[in-house]
């Protein structure tokens, strides 16, 4: 079966700093794989998607990054961090063609 | 462009009563919706999907959700509601792009509370 993991779980950074969140899935191959940010009561934003190795495409101009690495390693950096980088970060793939959505258990980050 | 309204960020109802989420969705083709459910500190969860064929769709934890074309809705319901159930429930519509790209869009979800 398919899994998903994102580290770190938690994270408290100072506004300036980098930052690298990670995430990979287990089971299978060739995934989409999305990055979401979750802010308070303002639902999920897609930030970047990616449809094979070294493939990233952005659905938001921002302070954030994204690479794919390797087939399931996606990771989101940031070289400064801004206060509305606080967030939930939510990785997802795609599980089917209707493009069911599969989440990691999210890194919360605060900014400060 | 595709858009999702959720009516209602918080929606209280009392342990054994019926639960209703209310999802509209804006799709210039046939869309493919969804629910999840995301409890404090995790991540969403699939509750239920509509593709194509039945109409009617059910759910893990008792959920089922209607897709109604004539009124563009794909509302949530639970005969009873258990405490258990107090979560927050997104609904979601997608569709196929050019170059295999799906995208999802979210509404910005209900908070779920039940009362005992």
């Known amino acids: 079966s398919q899994t998903i993991h994102q580290w770190p779980v938690t994270l408290v950074q100072p506004v300036g700093s980098p930052l690298s969140l990670e995430c990979t899935v287990e089971?299978?191959?060739?995934?989409?794989l999305y990055w979401y940010r979750q802010a308070a009561g303002r639902g999920l934003q897609l930030l970047f998607y990616?449809?094979?190795?070294?493939?990233i495409s952005s659905e938001v101009p921002q302070n954030l990054s994204a690479s794919r690495p390797q087939d399931r390693q996606f990771i989101l950096s940031s070289k400064k961090l801004l206060l509305s980088d606080s967030g939930f970060y939510l990785c997802?793939?795609?599980?089917?063609?209707?493009?069911?959505?599969?989440f990691g258990p999210g890194t919360r980050l605060l900014v400060l | 462009a595709q858009s999702v309204t959720q009516l209602g960020s918080h929606v209280s109802v009392s342990e054994g009563a019926l639960v209703l989420l209310r999802c509209n969705y804006s799709?210039?083709?046939?869309?493919?919706l969804f629910w999840y459910v995301q409890y404090p500190n995790q991540g969403l969860q699939l509750l239920l999907k509509?593709?194509?064929?039945?109409?009617l769709v059910k759910g893990i934890n008792g959920f089922e959700a209607e897709f109604k074309k004539s009124e563009t809705s794909f509302h949530l319901t639970k005969p009873s509601a258990h405490m258990s159930d107090a979560a927050e429930y997104f609904c979601?519509?997608?569709?196929?792009?050019?170059?295999?790209?799906?995208?999802?869009?979210f509404g910005t979800g209900t908070k779920l509370q039940v009362i005992p």
């Open positions: 799709s210039s083709v046939p869309p493919y």
């Open positions: 990616s449809v094979g190795i070294g493939q």
């Open positions: 997802a793939w795609r599980g089917d063609r209707a493009g069911t959505q599969y």
């Open positions: 089971g299978t191959s060739n995934p989409n």
């Open positions: 979601a519509v997608s569709d196929l792009r050019s170059g295999g790209y799906q995208k999802v869009t």
């Open positions: 509509y593709t194509t064929g039945a109409t």
